[in-house]
Each structure stands twice: as structure tokens, then as C-alpha cells.
């Protein structure tokens, strides 16, 4: 399974972006599905999970109530709608797929991870 995101860019404070992750086999009907993000000379980081039903749904208290997850499972896709940006994240956005029917904040739970989009925010 391979899961392609896109949609990263520069943008300024207080901007939006959308992101989307689309894998190549339709397993976002059953699977879980997160986002997370590593910003310069710092750890990865949880940024937002999905359920597989997409009926739940969870965020870092960094980008609650700013950051939206969701998924269309017709188009076997996950988005991360990204508003009110800041500064502070500016990181290269992964997203992932779990077997487990989620919402995950762990990493270790994840089984398929994408390549990364950058996201710039200038100030």
C-alpha cells in the first residue's frame, strides 16, 4: 500500500491549506487514518486521527480547533484542513493508515505511512 500526499506549500500567518492523502488500494474504509508532522531539528509529532468509520476523530491541542481531519472513503482519500495557520507549524506533514480501527495518536500504531508534504509558514 502507498499513500501520496500533497497539498503542502508556503503560505502566510493566518492562512488555510488543504492537504490530501491518497493510497493507492482502498483500505480507508477499514482503516484508520492520522496525520502527523515533523518540524526542523524536532521529533515527529501527532497532529490529528480519523477513525476508520470516520465517526470519531482526535487532535493535539496544538491545532484544535483549527485543523479538521476527514476522509472520502469513495475517493480513498484523507484531508487535513488546515486554517489559522501559524509559524510555529511549519513541518513536513505525514500522513499514515493503521489497521486498527482507530482514532491513533501513536505512531507505532500506524502501518503505512506517506512521503511527506511540506508546509511553510511565513510570518
Known amino acids: 500500500v502507498q499513500l501520496q500526499a500533497s497539498g503542502g506549500g508556503l503560505v502566510q500567518e493566518g492562512g488555510s491549506l488543504r492537504l490530501s492523502c491518497a493510497a493507492s488500494?482502498?483500505?480507508?474504509?477499514?482503516?484508520?487514518r492520522g496525520w502527523f508532522r515533523q518540524a526542523p531539528g524536532k521529533v515527529r509529532e501527532f497532529v490529528a486521527a480519523i477513525s476508520w468509520s470516520g465517526g470519531s476523530t482526535y487532535y493535539a491541542d496544538s491545532v484544535k480547533g483549527r485543523f479538521t481531519i476527514s476522509g472520502d472513503n469513495a475517493k480513498n482519500t484523507v484531508y487535513l484542513q488546515m486554517n489559522s495557520l501559524k509559524p510555529e507549524d511549519t513541518a513536513v506533514y505525514y500522513c499514515?493508515?493503521?489497521?486498527?480501527?482507530?482514532?491513533?495518536?501513536?505512531?507505532?500504531?500506524?502501518?503505512?505511512w506517506g512521503q511527506g508534504t511540506l508546509v511553510t509558514v511565513s510570518s
Open positions: 499514515a493508515a493503521s489497521r486498527d480501527s482507530g482514532p491513533g495518536m501513536w505512531q507505532y500504531e500506524y502501518d503505512y
Open positions: 488500494e482502498r483500505i480507508f474504509s477499514s482503516y484508520a
